[in-house]
């Protein structure tokens, strides 16, 4: 199993569209969580953190779920430009601050 | 956004031989970090470093090696390169002790032939 599992994909929605991505993690030691967005041949890029009440960052909202290992990110009002691939992340407690990354959801927002 | 930088950008080479890849930081970061991405399976660890001369395995760190002799640069050396070790290698940096995410430099493509 692996330590970090989300759905593929892709995800095709029109724009104006809220779309909703879901992970689960494996490691209950995880301590960290974050949202990466990547984008095709470009490097990942740090979307947000996850915090245990849930955060928002504009059309963006994270939640997390500790006792079910599970964590999403909500993207409100899809624009074209948030077409990408998410990745979940978490960190598990112990040295190297290492970070362990998810496959990546894909998100297509269409016309 | 953080200065890192990494070199080269793209290389092809043969089997056999030996590759180096270089990252390079302006942040004076601790932790820098190698991993490789590939189809399915996402980013993977192949080593990391928590300080000059300080390294560490990953999970995919067979056939890899690293140095880290000055704080700015982290190599990542194949010894001899093999067909699989064809990916896009990301090289990142992060904090000291901070629990934040990572900065990553844009990639340097492989391809061993």
């Known amino acids: 199993r692996k330590e970090v599992e989300q759905d593929p994909g892709p995800f095709n929605v029109p724009e104006g569209a809220t779309v909703a991505f879901n992970c689960t993690y494996s490691?209950?030691?995880?301590?960290?969580f974050f949202w990466y967005r990547q984008d095709c041949r470009k490097e990942p890029k740090l979307l947000m953190s996850v915090y245990s009440s849930g955060n928002e960052d504009g059309r963006f909202t994270a939640q997390l779920n500790r006792a079910s290992q599970y964590i999403s990110l909500l993207i409100r009002d899809s624009k074209l430009s948030d077409s990408a691939t998410y990745l979940c992340v978490v960190r598990v407690t112990g040295g190297g601050n290492k970070l362990t990354f998810g496959t990546g959801t894909q998100l297509k927002v269409e016309l | 956004d953080a200065g890192i930088t990494q070199s080269p950008r793209h290389k092809v080479t043969e089997t056999g031989t030996p590759v180096t890849l270089r990252c390079h930081q302006t942040?004076?970061?601790?932790?820098m970090y190698w991993y490789r991405q590939d189809p399915g399976h996402g980013l993977r660890l192949i080593h990391y470093s928590y300080g000059v001369k300080d390294t560490d395995k990953g999970e995919v760190s067979d056939g890899y090696s690293v140095s880290r002799s000055k704080t700015e640069d982290f190599l990542l050396t194949l010894e001899s390169a093999t067909s699989s070790q064809t990916s896009v290698y990301f090289c990142?940096?992060?904090?000291?002790?901070?629990?934040?995410?990572?900065?990553f430099g844009s990639g340097t493509r492989l391809t061993v032939v």
């Open positions: 942040e004076n970061h601790r932790y």
């Open positions: 490691n209950s030691a995880s301590q960290s």
């Open positions: 990142a940096i992060s904090e000291d002790g901070s629990p934040g995410g990572y900065t």
